[in-house]
C-alpha cells in the first residue's frame, strides 16, 4: 500500500506541472490560477484535517509565523512559473522549479550551518549546470525558429 | 527582452520564491514542531498563498474565469494529492531514500515526457543532457 501512495504521489505532482502547462495553454491569467488552486488545496487540507486528524486545528502562534511568509513566497513561485512558461516549454521550465529543492538546502547550510559535505557540493553544481543548459536549449531553439522564419533568400 | 531572456529571469524568480517556500518545514523541524503539527502547517501555508494571491488580484481588479477555475481545481488537487500521499507512504514505512527519488525523478520523467508527446515540444541536445543533469541533482539532493 505504502509504494502505491508514493506512485500516486509522483502521478499527482507530474499532473500539477501538466496541468499548469494546459492552462497556459488556455490564456488562463498565472494570479487568477494560483490564487484559486491555493484556495482549493486550503479547502482539501481543512477536510482532510476535519475528517482524518480529528478536527484539531489548535496550533502554537510560531507555526502561523512561520508558515504564513512562506505561503506567501510559494503561491509567488507559482505565479511567476506559470507566467514564465508562456516563454519556453513545459519539459524544462518544469526542472528548473524542481530544481527550487537546492534553495532549502543552501539555506540549512547559511542558517543552521549544516556541515557542507561533498555530496551537497555535487548538487549544487549540477544544478547549476542543469540551468546553464537549459537556457542553451533556450537560445539554440530561437536561433533554430529566427532561421526558419527568415526569408528564403536570407537563409 | 528576447523570448530566452523574458525566460530566464522569470523562471530565476519562480526558482528563488518557490525554493523558499519548503525552507519553513526546515524551520518547523528544527524547533521540533513538524511531527504534531504537520498538516495544520500546510493549511496555514496554503492560507498565506491565497490570502496574498487575494489581495494581489482585488488590487489589480482582476476577474477568475471558468476556465481558470477548473484549472486551479487540477492543480490543486494535484498540489495536495502529492503532499498528502508523500506523507502516507512514509507513514506506510516507505524509505525516504526510496519516496524522494522516486517521486522527484518520476515526476519530472512524466512531465518531461508529456512536454514531448503531448504538447510536441521539441528537446534539442542541451536539453536533455539539462534535464538528465537535473534529475541526476535532484535525486542526490532527496538521497538527503
Not at chain 2, 529571469?9 to 525554493?19: C, E, K, T
Request: include cysteine; charged fraction near 10%.
Amino acid at each position: 500500500m505504502g509504494y502505491l501512495y508514493m506512485f500516486l504521489s509522483l502521478t499527482c505532482f507530474g499532473l500539477l506541472g501538466i496541468f499548469a502547462k494546459i492552462a497556459d495553454l488556455r490564456g488562463c491569467k498565472p494570479g487568477a490560477v494560483y490564487t484559486l488552486a491555493y484556495g482549493w488545496s486550503l479547502l482539501f487540507g481543512v477536510v482532510f484535517v476535519a475528517f482524518f486528524r480529528g478536527a484539531d486545528f489548535q496550533v502554537p502562534f510560531v507555526v502561523y509565523e512561520i508558515a504564513l511568509p512562506f505561503g506567501v513566497a510559494s503561491v509567488i513561485g507559482g505565479m511567476v512559473f506559470l507566467a514564465g512558461i508562456r516563454y519556453g516549454k513545459i519539459s524544462t521550465s518544469w526542472l528548473v522549479i524542481n530544481l527550487s529543492a537546492a534553495i532549502p538546502a543552501i539555506g540549512s547550510i547559511a542558517v543552521y550551518h549544516e556541515r557542507v559535505n561533498q555530496k551537497k557540493i555535487a548538487v549544487i553544481a549540477l544544478a547549476v549546470v542543469s540551468v546553464f543548459l537549459l537556457w542553451k536549449d533556450k537560445q539554440a531553439d530561437e536561433a533554430r525558429n529566427a532561421a526558419f522564419n527568415m526569408p528564403e533568400g536570407a537563409r | 527582452m528576447n523570448r530566452s531572456s523574458a525566460w530566464l529571469r522569470l523562471m530565476a524568480v519562480a526558482f528563488v520564491a518557490n525554493g523558499l517556500g519548503p525552507f519553513g518545514l526546515k524551520i518547523m523541524a528544527e524547533k521540533g514542531l513538524s511531527e504534531t503539527y504537520h498538516y495544520q502547517y500546510l493549511i496555514l501555508w496554503y492560507a498565506g498563498g491565497l490570502a496574498f494571491g487575494l489581495i494581489w488580484f482585488l488590487a489589480t481588479r482582476g476577474r477568475f474565469r471558468g476556465q481558470e477555475l477548473v484549472m486551479s481545481f487540477g492543480i490543486g488537487m494535484a498540489s495536495f494529492g502529492g503532499q498528502l500521499f508523500s506523507l502516507l507512504a512514509l507513514e506506510r514505512n516507505v524509505p525516504g531514500y526510496v519516496v524522494f527519488p522516486m517521486t522527484t525523478g518520476g515526476n519530472l520523467f512524466l512531465v518531461a515526457a508529456a512536454g514531448v508527446f503531448l504538447f510536441r515540444e521539441r528537446v534539442g541536445a542541451y536539453g536533455i543532457a539539462g534535464i538528465l543533469t537535473g534529475i541526476l541533482s535532484l535525486i542526490l539532493l532527496s538521497l538527503g
